[in-house]
T-cell receptor, first 111, second 118 residues
Framework: GNSVTQMEGPVTLSEEAFLTINCTYT??????LFWYVQYPGEGLQLLLK?????DKGSNKGFEATYRKETTSFHLEKGSVQVSDSAVYFC??????????FGTGTSLTVIP | NAGVTQTPKFRVLKTGQSMTLLCAQD?????MYWYRQDPGMGLRLIHY???????AKGEVPDGYNVSRLKKQNFLLGLESAAPSQTSVYFC?????????????????FGDGTRLSIL
């Protein structure tokens, strides 16, 4: 079946630390991969996406590379800020209208 | 830009009561979705719609009904609420065309409805 597995949190980092949130997937076919971010009291917002193998999605200093050989899409940021504190969701989509989300990883960045 | 708007934001119901959650989007998106978000389980798809007048079941449809009478609105109904339906409900929409059919398109989410069933 199709599924997304991401590292469990919560993750607590100091400001300017390096961030990695692991995400691996299982999919039949060729999925598109996404990272969404959810701030308290809000819905999910698209952070970045990649639609084919070796694509790198990037936004606001965050990056993730679609690795087909390891079925992974790990989220990274070189220097986190307090404002990055949120819950991060890895997700995949397949034709047609198949969406699968990870369970979310809570990140807290302390000054 | 309103995007995706959900009403109400909060609601408390008693077991057996009914209610309807409203989702409205102003982006002229074709596809719309209802999810529930529970601790440790991520988002699970309840129902979705690929166009006005059409709906389909998702992963966890039991106990819910939906309607898409207008392109911009997608209603989620609970006919007889149960405590197991206590959750945060999110609506989302996606642009789709005959060419891409929503493939590779991100979803746009509302801010959620927090529903408690006593």
């Amino acid at each position: 079946g199709n599924s997304v597995t991401q590292m469990e949190g919560p993750v607590t980092l100091s400001e300017e630390a390096f961030l990695t949130i692991n995400c691996t997937y299982t999919a039949t076919g060729y999925p598109s991969l996404f990272w969404y971010v959810q701030y308290p009291g809000e819905g999910l917002q698209l952070l970045l996406k990649a639609t084919k193998a070796d694509d790198k999605g990037s936004n606001k200093g965050f990056e993730a590379t679609y690795r087909k050989e390891t079925t992974s899409f790990h989220l990274e940021k070189g220097s986190v800020q307090v404002s990055d504190s949120a819950v991060y969701f890895c997700a995949l989509s397949l034709p047609v209208n198949q969406f699968y989300f990870g369970t979310g990883t809570s990140l807290t960045v302390i000054p | 830009n309103a995007g995706v708007t959900q009403t109400p934001k909060f609601r408390v119901l008693k077991t057996g009561q009914s209610m309807t959650l409203l989702c409205a989007q102003d982006m002229n998106h074709e596809y719309m979705y209802w999810y529930r978000q529970d601790p440790g389980m991520g988002l699970r798809l309840i129902h979705y719609s690929v166009g006005e007048g059409t709906t389909a079941k998702g992963e966890v449809p039991d106990g819910y009904n939906v309607s898409r009478l207008k392109k911009q609105n997608f209603l989620l109904g609970l006919e007889s609420a149960a405590p197991s339906q206590t959750s945060v409900y999110f609506c989302a929409s996606t642009h789709a065309s005959n060419r891409n059919r929503g493939i590779n398109q991100p979803q746009h989410f509302g801010d959620g409805t927090r529903l408690s069933i006593l």
